[in-house]
Structure formats: C-alpha cells, structure tokens
C-alpha cells in the first residue's frame, strides 16, 4: 500500500508560480510511474503530467507544456510539479498519482493510488 500527501498548494496571482510535491510512503517508490492531475469545480479530472520511473521520460498536456515541468527523486521518494505563468483557469485540487502498469497512461483509471489533493487557486 502506497500513500501519496500533496503539499504545496495555496493562492496566488496571476502570473505567479508554485511548486507541489507529493512526498510517497510504504511501499518502493522506483517501482511506479507518478503523475499529477488536476480537477476543477464542476468538472472530470484531467491529467497535467507523468513521469516515468527513473524520470528518463516525462509526458504533458499538450496545453499544459512549456508552463509546468514534473520531476521526481527518487531517493527522497518525491515527485514535483512546478507550474509557471499560471491563470484562472488553472485552479483545481492537484492531485498525486502512482501506477504500476508498464507504461504511462493519461487515464486516471490506470493509477493505482491517490493523494488526498492541494488547492491551487490562481486569483487576484
């Protein structure tokens, strides 16, 4: 069993940037490919970005690219999210994702564990 905390969150303006991380637990770390989606109000939960499991590859919204980077360490048993320039519409609860399967996915459906979420909200 795998648990996922996000920290990170908060307010900020737009413009402005904030680094999540999501600290992992109880389980090997290296073994997963991690991801972080995001989810408005009123709205499906999208995927931001993955990393595969020692970070050779990593994988973007196609909206999303140039403006978020993700990264992990994996002797700190860390995934990262730095989003930059961000906007309104980037406000969601960011979530933390781990799968096991062998290859990375956008479907949420494919992650095997969540974190609880860190509130991003992008305001003046």
């Known amino acids: 069993q795998v648990t996922l905390v996000e920290s990170g969150g908060g307010l900020v303006q737009p413009g402005g940037s904030l680094r999540l991380s999501c600290a992992a637990s109880g389980g090997t770390f290296g073994d997963y490919i991690m991801a972080w989606f995001r989810q408005a109000p009123g709205k499906e939960r999208d995927f931001v970005a993955a990393i595969t499991r020692r970070g050779g590859s990593k994988y973007y919204a196609v909206p999303l690219k140039g403006r978020f980077a993700i990264s992990r360490n994996n002797a700190d048993n860390v995934v990262s999210l730095q989003m930059n320039s961000l906007q309104p519409e980037d406000t969601a609860v960011y979530y933390c994702?781990?799968?096991?399967?062998?290859?990375?996915?956008?479907?949420?459906?494919?992650?095997?564990?969540w974190g609880q979420g860190t509130q991003v909200t992008v305001s003046s």
């Open positions: 994702a781990a799968s096991s399967q062998l290859t990375y996915s956008y479907a949420s459906d494919t992650y095997d564990y």
